[in-house]
Each structure stands twice: as structure tokens, then as C-alpha cells.
């Protein structure tokens, strides 16, 4: 079992499930690799940690509540520690890659994290100021901040989307969506 | 010729004027519902029942089956336009149906879904009327072993579709089912991996992990960059919005594969189409000489998952109508339906009511025939929604992702939870880590885990079970020969790939005149 084994920067016919996004010099820099691998062990060791509270073994040896959590944190240790020296060896071997290879990547990162962001705070807001509010603030959040559109176009999707996903979603088909708890409910 | 018989005298109970109008009311409200995120055939059917209900009984079961297949096509609407999985059988259309859609053949890969679905329903009726009692037969023969068997059979698939990035594979898979055991074990009762949040005591929500790695990973990986050109080709050109016969050809071993396997697995309690679509995938990808094909818009990518998902729902009926088991949530939602029209579900359903019996057999036919004939000319239609702009289109996905996830169980904490596997999803196409085997870890790793430890306690802890059972065995065996002749098989296409990549042009030349 061995990775692709190419240089880092160098274009990679990667595993065709990963993403529909073009190629990233993540997927192939030795560093980001041997990161990816660490975060993966420790969430293992997390994982582990939780699981050894548990029974491995129940009545007769029959595997126990704990006996596949802790095979399968051990599991994900291992793999993350391989991942990283994988990761080490190509970077030994091939170099950290092309300069200046990493160079868009923190704005990418950031930009993502925007609009993630935005994302994560609509969400928390939504207990709070309900769904049809919450939802138009991270509309009006992504359209005009992140994309930076303006004019009629921007004020329609940002009023019309949320009003009409909650009228069809809770008077024609009876689904409940978040409620307000500072407004009571709707 | 009994069967046959009865089948066609269904068919002449079924098509009636009345019950047409009704099954084309339904695959539109089917369609229209299930569209919606999180609304997939068992929510719509549920909150369509009053309507179904009100209607004379083999009318409101024919009607049901229009909305099931309309939801079912809906849903594969989504994950191929706007990589939504509607719901959970169509997740696996997200991987090389929307890649698809990016490339301008939208339309053939919505068009190829209805295709594919409609070849295996009738397979799946088919079968159903002279293989029923037959497979019955091998279903009541499954016990925990032989679930055990099979998902081992697809794990081994599942560890099989990583090979060109094996280490990264292993860890998704890996992490997969261990997200798979949180929650509270239900043998014991014992917290597993919740950290004390009682939200975590029933687990992570399929939904969650599916829309939040496809759905929302896929806009944040499209939107790390100022958008200067569009995400989607559009199609140009009518011939464009459906599939070639290249397509259809293309696509004939995939949706014979799709038809028989669903089926099989249609036919088991808790089967289900979502591990009828995956394994099929895993099982075209690995059999197939061009794999990599595969994850970048392969039209057998579609066409294998949708028939076997189509096949499934008749194979579906097998538990439900010979032995009154509701195998799928879909089927649970028709069982009511039956019990709420006065009916028994079971063995004497087809002796003592052949008037509700078997037109509801044929309904399910009916009802896909009147998918193709009213949603096939609606693909151009749906296909323009890749025209509205991106900016404005993602803000949608995003909303249509909260309520999708919402509506299963109106807990906040899914919510918190798809945006938490939304990051996961972008940072996986960061890095290069398969989604696909966490997703199916994750669905396959329970039924496998509850397999194991209810065998192992049937035997007393003896691990022969596993092959002291014929079906088991028979399953483990072919699981291993199938396993092995793949990877010798990949192995040599991988050596004379490197092969081909390291010679000159002029050894290739002499090689081929050799032949």
C-alpha cells in the first residue's frame, strides 16, 4: 500500500472521491500531509480516551460496548501516525516543492473561513431571533459583505428566499423551523 | 402462468382512468415535495397520507406510489443539480452526478437517472411476481451471520474504492465508523463517545453528515475563490439535456448490476436503498477498466445507484406484503396506509384481497412510467436552475441545508453538527481525503457492528458461526475471491499504466503490431 507517489506541487490524479474542487496543493505539500496526519491521531487519542472507560468485553468474551470505539480510535492513531511519516519521507525525499507554491492559499483559507463563519453565526442566531430573521441576516451577511453585491437583485434574494422557504415549508407542508426564543414563537 | 395472470389483472384493476389522473397528481406532488431537502419518499408519503387516505384504497395506494417515485426522482434532482443528497439513497448521485452538472450534462444525468430507475423497476416488478416467493424464502434465512457477511462484503468494497490514496482512504473509512458508534449502545445501554451532551445520545443523523459534507463542504470548496467565471457549463442545445445512446450503452452493465443486486438487498429487512445504491458504486468502480472515470462525472456512476435504488423499492415489498415487515421507512409509511384502509399485510393479502394485492404490484410499474412520460420533459426545466448566478444560488443551498437537516428531528444540535461536517467536507477536498468511504463507514459500520455481536452471542461467542452457516460462508467466500481478483486486477492495470506513462511512443508502436 504506498501513497501516489509524486513530488509535492506536482499535479495529482487523486482519489477520484475527493471533492469536487480543482487540485489543491494541500493534497500533495509534505507539511500540510504530516498536519492532516497529526490532527487525525489526536482525534483518535480523543476518541481512545472516551472509549477505555468502557467494557471491551461483555458476558462470555462477546465483544463489549467498547470493544470497535477503542479498535477504531487505535485504528485512526495509527493511521494518522503512517500519515505523517509518509508525509516526512516524500518531504525528505522531494523537497518541501516549488516556492511560493502555498501563495493564494491563505486567502483562500480566509475567505472560506468568512463565509463559514457567517454560516455558524446565522445558526446560533436562529434559537434566538428565529429562522426567517437569522436566515436573512446571513444572506444579507454573504450577498453584500462576501460577494460584495448590491442593488435590487441582492435586496430580492436576501427578503424573498427566507419569507417564502418558511411559508412553504411551515404553512403548506407543516415542518417546524427554528422559533424565536426572545420573540416568542411566531 | 398464475402469477402472470394475476399480474396482468392487476394491471387492468390499476389503469383505469381515475387512477391514472391520481398517479400523475401524485409523481408531481412526489416531485415538487421531495425536491426539498430532507423530504425524502418517507417524509412525503407521511405528510401526503391524509390526502392518500381519503381516497378508495387501491386509488390512494397507486396514488403513494406515484409520490414515492416522484420523490425518489426529486431527490436524485438535488445531489445531481446542486450536490443536495434529497435524501439518503441519493447521496451517492452527489458523486458523479453533480460532477456532471459542473461539466454541462446536467440533463443527461437526470435524464439517465429516470432511464436507469425505469429499466430497473421493471426488472424489480418482474422479479417480484416470479421471484418473490423464492426470495422470501432466502430472506427469512438471513439471521445476524449473514448481515454480518454482507456488510464485510461492503466494507471490503468500501476499503477497495481507496486504492489510489490507500492511507488517506483507510483513515475516512475509519473515522466513519468510529463517528458511526457515538451514542448509546444498544445492547447495553452505555454512552459511547457523546462527552456528556445527552443531544448525542441517539447518535449523529445521516442527514447531518451527508448534507453537511456534500451540501455545504461543496459550497465552501466553490467559494474559497471570487467567483470570475460560472461554477456549471450549461448545456447547449436539446440534444444535450438528455442522454446519447453512447450514454445508454455506456451504462447497460451498470444498470443490469444495479436491477439484480438492489434487488437482493431490497428484499432484506433494513436492507435498504442507501446500501443498495453505495455497494453498487464501490462494485462498478472496482469492476469497471476505467475507474478513475469514477468521482469526475461518470454517466455509469449515475445509472448503476439509480437502478438499483429503483429496484429496491420493489424488492421492498417482498417483507412487507409476504410477511407484513416493513423493510424501509418507506414501506412503514404504505403498512400504515394498508392497516389505516382495514388491510393485513402478510402471506393471505394476495388471497383474500387480490383486489388490492396486486394492482398495488403493478401501481409501482404505473407509477414509473408516468415519472418518465411527465418529468423526462421537465429536465430542461430543472436544468435552469444552474442558471441563477452563483452568489445567489449558494446563500440558498446553505438556507435549504439548515431546514433540510432541521425537519428530520428539530434539533439545533444536527444543525451545529452538518455545519461541523460542512468544515470537514471542505477541509477532506483540501487535503485530498475520499469522502465517499466516511459516508459509507458510516452507514454500513452499525448494521456490521450489531451483526458481529448479536452472531457472536447467538454462538456463544464462537467465531465459526461465520462459516458454519452456508449463507454466511457462501457471502465470506465470495467477499474474499472478489476482494482478491481486484486487486490483482488493479494492481496490473496500475503497472501497465506506469508502464504506458514510461515508454517511449515507438515500444508502444512494436507492442501493439506484436498482437
Known sequence: MTQTDSAPGEAVTDDADAGGAEHSVLSTAPLAQA???????????????????????????????????????????????????????????????????????????????????????????????GFVPAAMLLIAYLVVAVERIKGIKAVLVIVAVPLLAYALFVFVLGVDLPESSLFGAS | MGAVHNLLNGFAAALTPMNLFWV????????????????????????LLPVTISLPPATGLIMMAGIYHGAKFAGATTSILLNIPGETSSVVLCLDGHPLARKGRAGPAMGMSAIAGFVASTFGVVALT??????????????????????????????LLASSSPIKGFLSMCIGLLVSTIGIDIFTGQQRLTFGMPALYDGIDFISISIGLFAVGEVLLNVEKKMDRPIFDMPKGIRNLLP??????????????????????????????TVAS?????????????????????????????????????????PL???????????????????????????????????????????????????LILNLPMIPVWVRILKIPYWALYPVILVLAVIGVYSVRSSMTDVYLMAGFGLLGYLFGKFGVPSAPLLMAFVLGPMAENAVRQSLVLSDDNPMIFLERPISATIFGAAVIVGGILVVTGRRRKATQATIAVSPPTDLVEAKGER
Open chain 1, 35 to 129: 498536519g492532516l496526519g497529526l490532527v487525525a491521531a489526536a482525534f483518535g487519542g480523543v476518541a481512545l480516551i472516551d472509549a477505555t472507560g468502557l467494557d471491551l468485553f461483555g458476558d462470555k468474551g462477546v465483544p463489549g460496548p467498547g470493544f470497535f470505539p477503542v479498535f477504531l480510535s487505535v485504528a485512526v492513531i495509527l493511521l494518522g501516525a503512517l500519515q505523517v511519516a509518509v508525509s516526512v519521507a516524500r518531504g525528505v525525499r522531494w523537497g518541501s516543492g516549488p516556492r511560493g507554491q502555498m501563495a493564494g492559499v491563505r486567502a483562500e483559507l480566509l475567505r472560506t473561513a468568512y463565509v463559514w463563519g457567517g454560516f455558524l453565526v446565522s445558526i446560533a442566531l436562529m434559537p434566538l431571533l
Open chain 2, 24 to 47: 400523475a397528481v401524485g409523481v408531481v406532488i412526489g416531485t415538487l415535495i421531495g425536491i426539498l431537502p430532507g423530504l425524502g419518499p418517507p417524509a412525503t408519503l407521511a405528510i
Open chain 2, 130 to 159: 416470479f421471484a418473490a416467493p423464492f426470495v422470501a424464502h432466502l430472506a427469512l434465512g438471513f439471521g445476524p451471520p449473514e448481515y454480518a457477511a454482507l456488510m464485510f462484503f461492503g466494507l471490503l468494497l468500501v476499503i
Open chain 2, 244 to 273: 446519447s445512446k453512447a450514454d445508454l450503452k455506456q451504462s447497460r452493465l451498470a444498470i443490469a448490476l444495479g436491477s439484480v443486486f438492489g434487488f437482493f438487498i431490497g428484499a432484506l429487512p433494513g436492507g435498504g436503498s
Open chain 2, 278 to 318: 453505495f455497494l453498487t458504486y464501490a462494485l462498478l468502480k472496482k469492476t469497471s477498466k476505467t475507474p478513475e472515470r469514477f468521482g469526475k462525472g461518470a454517466i455509469d456512476g449515475v445509472a448503476g445507484p439509480e437502478a438499483a435504488n429503483n429496484s429496491e423499492s420493489s424488492a421492498a415489498m417482498i
Open chain 2, 321 to 371: 406484503l409476504s410477511l407484513g415487515i416493513p423493510g424501509t421507512a418507506s414501506t412503514a409509511v404504505m403498512l400504515a396506509a394498508l392497516l389505516l384502509y382495514g388491510f393485513q399485510p402478510g402471506p393471505l393479502l394476495f388471497t383474500d384481497h387480490p383486489e388490492i394485492g396486486w394492482p398495488v404490484i403493478a401501481s409501482l410499474y404505473i407509477g414509473n412510467v408516468m415519472l
